[in-house]
Protein backbone atom coordinates (compact mmCIF):
# COMPACT_ATOMS: atom_id res chain seq x y z
CA UNK A 1 0.00 0.00 0.00
CA UNK A 2 1.56 3.30 -1.08
CA UNK A 3 1.03 6.79 1.12
CA UNK A 4 -2.35 9.14 0.81
CA UNK A 5 -1.23 12.02 -1.07
CA UNK A 6 -2.47 15.50 -0.66
CA UNK A 7 -3.32 17.21 -4.25
CA UNK A 8 -5.92 20.09 -5.45
CA UNK A 9 -7.78 19.21 -8.40
CA UNK A 10 -7.68 22.27 -11.27
CA UNK A 11 -9.64 21.11 -13.95
CA UNK A 12 -12.35 18.22 -14.72
CA UNK A 13 -13.31 17.04 -17.89
CA UNK A 14 -15.84 14.41 -19.14
CA UNK A 15 -13.65 11.47 -20.47
CA UNK A 16 -14.98 8.30 -22.55
CA UNK A 17 -18.48 6.67 -21.33
CA UNK A 18 -18.57 7.76 -17.65
CA UNK A 19 -14.81 8.58 -16.53
CA UNK A 20 -13.78 11.77 -15.57
CA UNK A 21 -10.37 13.34 -16.77
CA UNK A 22 -9.12 15.42 -13.63
CA UNK A 23 -5.89 17.44 -13.89
CA UNK A 24 -4.80 18.08 -10.18
CA UNK A 25 -1.84 19.85 -8.76
CA UNK A 26 -0.20 16.60 -6.58
CA UNK A 27 2.16 17.79 -3.65
CA UNK A 28 5.48 16.95 -3.88
CA UNK A 29 5.21 15.59 -7.69
CA UNK A 30 3.51 18.32 -9.60
CA UNK A 31 0.57 18.59 -12.09
CA UNK A 32 -0.64 15.81 -13.78
CA UNK A 33 -3.78 14.39 -15.62
CA UNK A 34 -5.46 11.54 -14.04
CA UNK A 35 -8.59 9.48 -14.80
CA UNK A 36 -11.32 8.95 -12.68
CA UNK A 37 -13.58 5.69 -13.59
CA UNK A 38 -16.68 5.87 -13.30
CA UNK A 39 -17.00 9.44 -12.25
CA UNK A 40 -19.53 10.68 -14.62
CA UNK A 41 -22.11 7.89 -13.48
CA UNK A 42 -24.68 9.28 -11.59
CA UNK A 43 -24.20 6.86 -8.82
CA UNK A 44 -20.38 7.75 -8.46
CA UNK A 45 -19.97 9.32 -5.30
CA UNK A 46 -16.93 11.40 -6.86
CA UNK A 47 -19.48 12.78 -9.51
CA UNK A 48 -20.10 16.05 -7.31
CA UNK A 49 -16.97 15.44 -4.48
CA UNK A 50 -14.15 15.91 -7.44
CA UNK A 51 -14.24 19.01 -8.25
CA UNK A 52 -12.13 22.15 -8.77
CA UNK A 53 -10.70 24.03 -6.44
CA UNK A 54 -11.05 21.50 -3.52
CA UNK A 55 -8.43 19.96 -1.64
CA UNK A 56 -8.26 16.26 -1.00
CA UNK A 57 -6.17 13.47 0.47
CA UNK A 58 -6.31 10.27 -1.08
CA UNK A 59 -4.73 7.74 -3.68
CA UNK A 60 -3.46 8.14 -6.84
CA UNK A 61 -1.53 5.87 -9.14
CA UNK A 62 1.01 8.20 -10.52
CA UNK A 63 1.98 6.57 -13.80
CA UNK A 64 3.44 8.45 -17.29
CA UNK A 65 1.08 9.82 -19.39
CA UNK A 66 -2.35 8.90 -17.29
CA UNK A 67 -2.26 8.62 -13.78
CA UNK A 68 -5.09 6.72 -12.23
CA UNK A 69 -7.59 8.07 -9.46
CA UNK A 70 -8.05 5.84 -6.99
CA UNK A 71 -10.04 7.03 -3.45
CA UNK A 72 -9.95 10.29 -1.53
CA UNK A 73 -11.36 12.03 0.57
CA UNK A 74 -12.15 15.73 0.77
CA UNK A 75 -9.89 18.17 2.97
CA UNK A 76 -10.98 21.35 2.17
CA UNK A 77 -13.54 23.20 0.22
CA UNK A 78 -12.63 27.32 0.65
CA UNK A 79 -16.03 28.43 1.41
CA UNK A 80 -14.67 31.83 0.59
CA UNK A 81 -14.15 31.14 -2.77
CA UNK A 82 -17.68 29.03 -3.41
CA UNK A 83 -19.48 32.28 -1.25
CA UNK A 84 -18.82 34.41 -3.99
CA UNK A 85 -18.47 34.92 -8.24
CA UNK A 86 -15.21 37.33 -8.46
CA UNK A 87 -13.35 34.52 -5.56
CA UNK A 88 -14.24 31.64 -7.85
CA UNK A 89 -13.56 33.68 -11.36
CA UNK A 90 -10.27 34.32 -10.02
CA UNK A 91 -9.66 30.96 -8.55
CA UNK A 92 -10.74 29.32 -11.70
CA UNK A 93 -8.26 31.69 -13.75
CA UNK A 94 -5.10 30.30 -11.78
CA UNK A 95 -6.20 26.64 -11.78
CA UNK A 96 -6.58 27.68 -15.66
CA UNK A 97 -3.41 29.02 -15.89
CA UNK A 98 -1.59 26.26 -13.91
CA UNK A 99 -3.21 23.64 -15.58
CA UNK A 100 -3.22 24.89 -19.41
CA UNK A 101 1.14 25.37 -19.08
CA UNK A 102 1.70 22.18 -16.91
CA UNK A 103 3.31 20.73 -19.79
CA UNK A 104 6.02 23.23 -20.08
CA UNK A 105 6.42 23.77 -16.11
CA UNK A 106 4.25 21.20 -13.74
CA UNK A 107 5.33 22.81 -10.90
CA UNK A 108 4.80 26.69 -12.01
CA UNK A 109 4.29 28.03 -8.14
CA UNK A 110 4.80 25.26 -5.54
CA UNK A 111 1.99 23.42 -3.60
CA UNK A 112 1.97 24.76 -1.06
CA UNK A 113 1.73 28.36 -2.79
CA UNK A 114 -1.29 27.33 -4.44
CA UNK A 115 -2.96 26.05 -0.86
CA UNK A 116 -2.16 29.65 0.29
CA UNK A 117 -3.69 31.56 -2.64
CA UNK A 118 -6.73 29.64 -2.79
CA UNK A 119 -6.82 30.31 1.21
CA UNK A 120 -6.35 33.93 0.50
CA UNK A 121 -8.90 34.65 -1.93
CA UNK A 122 -12.69 35.96 -0.85
CA UNK A 123 -14.48 38.71 -2.42
CA UNK A 124 -12.32 41.44 -0.96
CA UNK A 125 -9.06 40.33 -2.07
CA UNK A 126 -9.90 38.18 -5.06
CA UNK A 127 -8.28 40.86 -7.42
CA UNK A 128 -5.10 41.43 -5.11
CA UNK A 129 -4.79 37.50 -5.26
CA UNK A 130 -4.80 37.29 -8.93
CA UNK A 131 -2.66 39.99 -9.33
CA UNK A 132 -0.15 38.45 -6.88
CA UNK A 133 -0.06 35.40 -8.29
CA UNK A 134 0.92 36.99 -11.86
CA UNK A 135 3.23 38.89 -10.63
CA UNK A 136 5.39 35.84 -9.12
CA UNK A 137 5.14 34.72 -12.88
CA UNK A 138 6.49 37.50 -14.15
CA UNK A 139 9.58 36.92 -11.66
CA UNK A 140 10.07 33.78 -12.92
CA UNK A 141 10.34 34.57 -16.47
CA UNK A 142 12.24 37.61 -16.21
CA UNK A 143 9.79 40.16 -16.44
CA UNK A 144 8.94 41.74 -13.29
CA UNK A 145 8.32 45.46 -13.41
CA UNK A 146 10.66 47.42 -11.89
CA UNK A 147 8.49 49.63 -8.72
CA UNK A 148 10.97 50.83 -6.25
CA UNK A 149 10.98 54.16 -8.56
CA UNK A 150 11.90 55.28 -11.41
CA UNK A 151 13.32 52.33 -13.92
CA UNK A 152 15.31 55.04 -15.76
CA UNK A 153 16.76 57.78 -12.80
CA UNK A 154 16.26 55.68 -9.81
CA UNK A 155 13.67 58.71 -8.38
CA UNK A 156 11.04 57.64 -6.05
CA UNK A 157 8.38 60.49 -7.25
CA UNK A 158 6.72 58.12 -9.64
CA UNK A 159 4.37 59.66 -11.66
CA UNK A 160 3.60 56.63 -14.96
CA UNK A 161 4.64 53.16 -15.68
CA UNK A 162 6.13 51.72 -19.09
CA UNK A 163 5.71 48.30 -19.82
CA UNK A 164 8.55 48.67 -22.17
CA UNK A 165 11.17 50.18 -20.12
CA UNK A 166 9.52 47.36 -17.83
CA UNK A 167 8.97 49.52 -14.86
CA UNK A 168 8.01 53.21 -13.31
CA UNK A 169 8.35 56.67 -14.45
CA UNK A 170 9.07 59.97 -13.03
CA UNK A 171 7.54 63.10 -14.32
CA UNK A 172 10.60 63.87 -16.30
CA UNK A 173 10.77 60.24 -17.72
CA UNK A 174 7.26 59.58 -18.44
CA UNK A 175 7.12 62.42 -21.43
CA UNK A 176 9.79 60.63 -22.77
CA UNK A 177 8.09 57.26 -23.53
CA UNK A 178 4.80 55.65 -24.00
CA UNK A 179 4.28 55.44 -20.41
CA UNK A 180 0.49 54.38 -18.66
CA UNK A 181 -0.74 57.16 -16.67
CA UNK A 182 -2.39 56.63 -13.40
CA UNK A 183 -2.90 58.16 -10.09
CA UNK A 184 -0.60 57.74 -7.26
CA UNK A 185 -3.16 55.42 -5.34
CA UNK A 186 -2.96 53.25 -8.35
CA UNK A 187 0.73 52.69 -8.17
CA UNK A 188 1.16 52.43 -4.51
CA UNK A 189 -1.22 49.07 -4.31
CA UNK A 190 1.38 47.94 -7.17
CA UNK A 191 3.80 48.03 -5.44
CA UNK A 192 2.58 46.99 -2.03
CA UNK A 193 1.23 43.95 -3.62
CA UNK A 194 5.19 43.64 -5.30
CA UNK A 195 6.31 43.38 -1.75
CA UNK A 196 3.55 41.28 -0.28
CA UNK A 197 4.30 37.51 0.73
CA UNK A 198 1.66 35.46 0.23
CA UNK A 199 0.24 36.07 4.08
CA UNK A 200 0.30 39.51 3.75
CA UNK A 201 -1.48 40.25 0.70
CA UNK A 202 -4.56 41.23 3.02
CA UNK A 203 -2.79 43.63 4.28
CA UNK A 204 -2.70 45.45 1.09
CA UNK A 205 -6.16 46.27 1.57
CA UNK A 206 -8.79 45.65 -1.17
CA UNK A 207 -8.19 48.81 -3.92
CA UNK A 208 -7.08 46.22 -6.50
CA UNK A 209 -9.21 46.86 -9.69
CA UNK A 210 -8.83 44.85 -12.68
CA UNK A 211 -6.33 47.38 -14.50
CA UNK A 212 -3.95 45.51 -12.06
CA UNK A 213 -4.40 42.54 -12.74
CA UNK A 214 -4.75 43.21 -16.25
CA UNK A 215 -1.48 44.64 -16.37
CA UNK A 216 0.68 41.25 -15.76
CA UNK A 217 -2.09 39.77 -18.28
CA UNK A 218 -0.69 41.43 -20.89
CA UNK A 219 3.06 40.90 -19.45
CA UNK A 220 2.50 37.47 -19.51
CA UNK A 221 0.22 36.57 -22.90
CA UNK A 222 3.16 36.19 -25.11
CA UNK A 223 5.25 34.20 -22.70
CA UNK A 224 2.67 31.79 -21.20
CA UNK A 225 -0.93 30.33 -22.36
CA UNK A 226 -3.36 32.78 -20.80
CA UNK A 227 -7.21 31.49 -20.45
CA UNK A 228 -8.64 34.35 -21.95
CA UNK A 229 -12.09 33.15 -21.64
CA UNK A 230 -11.46 33.22 -17.82
CA UNK A 231 -9.56 36.65 -18.00
CA UNK A 232 -12.84 37.90 -20.12
CA UNK A 233 -15.21 36.76 -17.22
CA UNK A 234 -13.02 38.67 -14.85
CA UNK A 235 -13.43 41.82 -16.30
CA UNK A 236 -17.20 41.32 -16.80
CA UNK A 237 -18.35 40.36 -12.68
ZN1 LIG B 1 13.18 59.19 -14.03
Redesign the pocket.
Known amino acids: MNKAQNFIVLDRRAYKESDALITCYVEGVGILNMIARGANKPTSKYGSLLQPLRMFEGFINVRPGLSLFKTAKLKNRYPDIEASILALAVASFIAKVLANNAMDDAQMISYDTLASYLQSIDDQHALSVGTHFLMRLAQKHGVALYLEG?V??K?KQVSALSLIKGGF??P??ETMQPAILHDVEFFKQLRCLSKADIHQIHQCGSQTNRTHMGLYVGLLEQIIAIPHKNWKFIQQI
Open positions: CICSLCAH
